[in-house]
């Protein structure tokens, strides 16, 4: 549940304006989605019961705490704490901790502010990371399961299972947009629950025009039912095949009333809470 925490955790902590996600196996550009009201509706009812059913479509907020890890090269880097507040459908505060230095950044729609712990500044967010953060909306798979992406004229296909392991299956469907952007999500075929998320991103190569195809993907782990919600407690996010992060919960309260100044920008760091 957690693409747009592990997206502003990567921006703080590693500097990327990369969103998480990475390669997904039998995923290629020759995949064609063919249309399946009926089989997606069935898969994403399955999903929605798995995850809780009514108690998963009432959460209006969430909090977790736990730990975000960096990897390069394979190797797991100093991990950093980090609590996540979000109010549905669209705002989220995200606060980290790494060797001391708190830094805070707060997307809300189309606006949103950022605190440096390091430098002690309080600023705006840019444009490119409200882009980012948009991106991370229609990747989530709350955007799927709740309908949001009806909004944006998105179409919904069926693209078939997928081997998930020993004698696994996931069921697959496609999240396509207007303007050719499409995410893919696998949910397990036996228990319906989500299991992946693969999409496509570009980033400009060092010292030319040229950009380069990043194949993303976040596989959710350790599932865990708390309130009658479960939710995956690690995400693992790799690019191109390669991991590059892991988020770790070690609690997720859901409904807490979480007040409109948390989210506002503060009038100067003084104020800052």
């Not at 729609?109 to 430098?119: M, N, R």
Request: net charge positive; charged share 25%; aromatic share 10%.
């Amino acid at each position: 549940m957690r693409s747009r925490c592990v997206l502003i955790l990567c921006l703080l902590l590693a500097g990327s304006l990369l969103p998480l996600k990475g390669v997904a196996q039998n995923t290629n550009a020759t995949t064609t989605p063919v249309a399946s009201d009926a089989k997606v509706e069935t898969i994403l009812a399955h999903a929605i019961e798995a995850l809780g059913g009514p108690a998963y479509l009432n959460i209006q907020t969430v909090v977790g705490r736990g730990f975000f890890t960096s990897f390069k090269d394979g190797v797991s880097q100093d991990p950093a704490r980090f609590l996540d507040y979000i109010a549905y459908p669209n705002r989220e505060r995200t606060e980290f901790t790494t060797f001391g230095v708190r830094t805070i950044q707060t997307n809300s729609g189309e606006t949103g502010w950022l605190f440096d712990g390091a430098t002690k500044t309080l600023s705006d967010i840019k444009s490119q990371q409200v882009e980012d953060f948009k991106r991370s909306m229609r990747t989530s798979v709350e955007n799927l399961l709740r309908g949001w992406w009806r909004k944006d004229n998105a179409k919904l296909t069926y693209v078939g299972r997928r081997e998930a392991g020993l004698g696994r299956r996931n069921e697959t469907v496609r999240l396509t947009y207007p303007d050719g952007f499409w995410v893919e999500y696998e949910f397990a075929a036996k228990e319906g629950l989500p299991a992946k998320v693969i999409y496509k991103t570009s980033k400009a190569k060092a010292d030319t025009d040229e950009k380069e195809e990043l194949v993303e993907e976040d596989r959710l782990g350790k599932l865990i039912t708390v309130g009658g919600v479960t939710a995956p407690w690690v995400i693992d996010h790799f690019i191109n095949g390669a991991q590059t992060s892991r988020i770790g919960y070690e609690s997720i309260e859901y409904n807490q009333p979480l007040p409109d100044t948390l989210f506002a920008k503060p009038a100067n760091i003084k104020s800052l809470k």
